[in-house]
């Protein structure tokens, strides 16, 4: 049970073997940006020093800022601290009781913490959309693209971007703005939501979408 230690990895670059079904525009107008589960407990077990993790801690940063300057509203999913067994359902089988409480650890990591403007949905499954608002939100912004980033991308990542598809919602997933388990998992939910389900982009596609992608970061 529990996440465990997680290895390295180089971020998979997007090539032929990714090969995308949907040729959806990336529209601002119509979109929402989900900061998927970014944090301290699920960032921990990569260390400190992680390339993956400072590579998409970075690339959501240029995210984020781009997504200010388009209007394009901010969401992010957390996990509650101390849950109980009966609010873990099936997850207490696989991944034990989950966050801590007490301790922290159910804290945006501090680099991207979410600004009085964004929205915090909580969430207690895989799926971002199950037993919260994310679809209210949306709908309510008449929105209809959902761009994701986060953590894990085989999981929750994928959960979610299957959920937005099945409700006629245009996932678009930031090839490195997501983290994994390896690089073989990592690779393998892109090339599911390239096939299946969304739109995998990398971030300078992305951001480069308006305006040249010029982003002021100061």
Not at 8 to 27: F, G, Q, R, S, T
Not at 64 to 82: E, H, R, T
Not at 128 to 152: D, P, S
């Amino acid at each position: 049970m529990g996440i465990g230690n997680i290895k390295d990895y180089n971020m998979p670059i997007l090539d032929n073997d990714m090969v995308n079904k949907a040729n959806w525009a990336i529209e601002p107008q119509n979109a929402i940006l989900l900061i998927h589960d970014m944090q301290q407990y699920f960032i921990e077990p990569y260390g400190r020093e992680s390339l993956v993790i400072n590579t998409i801690i970075a690339n959501i940063k240029k995210i984020k800022l781009w997504c200010k300057k388009c209007g394009i509203p901010v969401v992010y999913s957390a996990q509650p601290a101390g849950q109980t067994a009966e609010q873990r359902g099936l997850l207490l089988e696989r991944w034990g009781m989950g966050i801590p409480a007490n301790m922290g650890k159910e804290n945006i990591v501090p680099e991207l913490s979410p600004q009085k403007e964004d929205i915090v949905i909580q969430k207690r499954r895989y799926n971002a959309f199950e037993k919260t608002n994310l679809e209210t939100l949306i709908r309510e912004n008449e929105k209809n693209q959902l761009i994701i980033c986060g953590v894990y991308g085989h999981i929750g990542c994928l959960a979610t971007a299957l959920c937005a598809y099945t409700k006629d919602i245009k996932p678009i997933v930031v090839s490195d703005g997501v983290a994994d388990f390896s690089y073989e998992k990592h690779v393998a939910a892109l090339q599911h939501i390239g096939d299946v389900c969304g739109l995998v982009v990398d971030t300078n596609r992305l951001i480069g979408v308006m305006d040249g992608g010029d982003v002021d970061e100061t």
